[in-house]
């Protein structure tokens, strides 16, 4: 039998009198990939009531008008009144992903002692990365109904705010501050529902616009807020108070952010939005049985689905032209 030999310069970087240099590389890998967005953690998590969710929304009280009200105190007669509920769904959705460890490039790596984290690592960004989806699917999931599913995705909260026919534009040239400030003074200013904007959400680009445009017009720095995560952004003065300006990088927009580009705000009551799970609102990990091969199969599973309460009332969509 003919013996094969690997020559050593194969793997070494230097060979010299008294030394062999071969490759080392740091414990820790170089890691700043994007994970989770800011959105998905700040909504209400809540317990499904089964598939779909179901709850009632309130529309109007029992008000009668100041004709029915008003009656002669001899003569009282009421008008019958009563309160207007819809019933509302939302159907839970299914999210999953994979990771296999190879069995023999386990124990490789653990022989060499050089990466000893890495499979717990891969498991927990495994999880991020469905939670990625998840919060890109939040916004932007394709969806069109809650009553009647069409897709696997979720109905996300854009799809949901336009279906409920709250936009507004403002022009190439219109100032976008107050545009924004207006927006929130009408929303305020509804004489139907006591409406309460908490964050207005807009993608770094346009969030940048409104800081240029507060420095060239009133020589004004915005203050700043702590939200989740320890995360500090600027807030803006409006009828609702000091909203907070989220940087939300899940939520596109056309054109280069310059001329000719479409970039969407959008003015949220964050406690009418609503993520209804399925057992626990976090991703679970199952370990599968170890097939033929020899390969520890994990899927990480996710049950659940957002809803927009008030989507035609307590949300704005703002399109800036620019």
Not at 291 to 298: F, K, Q, R, V
Request: glycine share 8%; aromatic share 8%.
């Amino acid at each position: 039998m003919k013996a094969n030999f690997l020559d050593l310069h194969a793997a070494a970087d230097f060979l010299g009198p008294g030394a062999v240099e071969v490759d080392r590389y740091q414990t820790e890998i170089t890691d700043i990939v994007r994970r989770r967005g800011v959105f998905g953690q700040r909504i209400k998590q809540v317990p499904a009531t089964g598939h779909p969710s179901r709850f009632f929304e309130e529309t109007a009280i029992a008000s009668p008008t100041a004709a029915q009200a008003f009656v002669d105190p001899r003569n009282i007669q009421p008008t019958t009144q009563s309160p207007t509920r819809v019933e509302r769904s939302v159907p839970l959705k299914a999210l999953v992903s994979q990771i296999n460890y190879n069995l023999f490039d386990l124990e490789v790596g653990t022989q060499q002692s050089q990466f000893a984290y890495l499979q717990a690592k891969d498991l927990a960004d495994a999880v991020e990365g469905l939670l990625r989806t998840h919060d890109v699917a939040l916004w932007n999931g394709n969806d069109t109904s809650l009553s009647a599913p069409t897709t696997a995705q979720y109905f996300g909260a854009i799809g949901q705010i336009d279906a409920g026919g709250n936009t507004t534009t403002i022009a190439a040239g219109a100032s976008i501050v107050d545009g924004l400030k207006s927006t929130i003074a009408q929303m305020v200013a509804s004489s139907s529902f006591e409406v309460r904007p908490t964050a207005i959400y807009a993608n770094p680009v346009l969030l940048d616009l409104i800081d240029r445009e507060m420095k060239a017009e009133f020589n004004v720095v915005l203050s700043t807020t702590e939200i989740t995560g320890g995360l500090r952004v600027k807030t803006l003065s409006t009828q609702a108070g000091d909203l907070p300006l989220i940087p939300e990088w899940a939520l596109g927009y056309t054109g280069t952010g310059g001329a000719g580009s479409v970039l969407p705000a959008y003015i949220v009551s964050e406690d009418m939005i609503e993520y209804h799970w399925l057992t626990d609102p976090n991703p679970r990990v199952f370990k599968l049985g170890l097939p033929s091969s020899l390969a520890t199969e994990s899927v990480v599973v996710k049950f659940g689905g957002v809803v927009v309460k008030g989507a035609s009332y307590a949300h704005y969509e703002v399109k800036v032209n620019r």
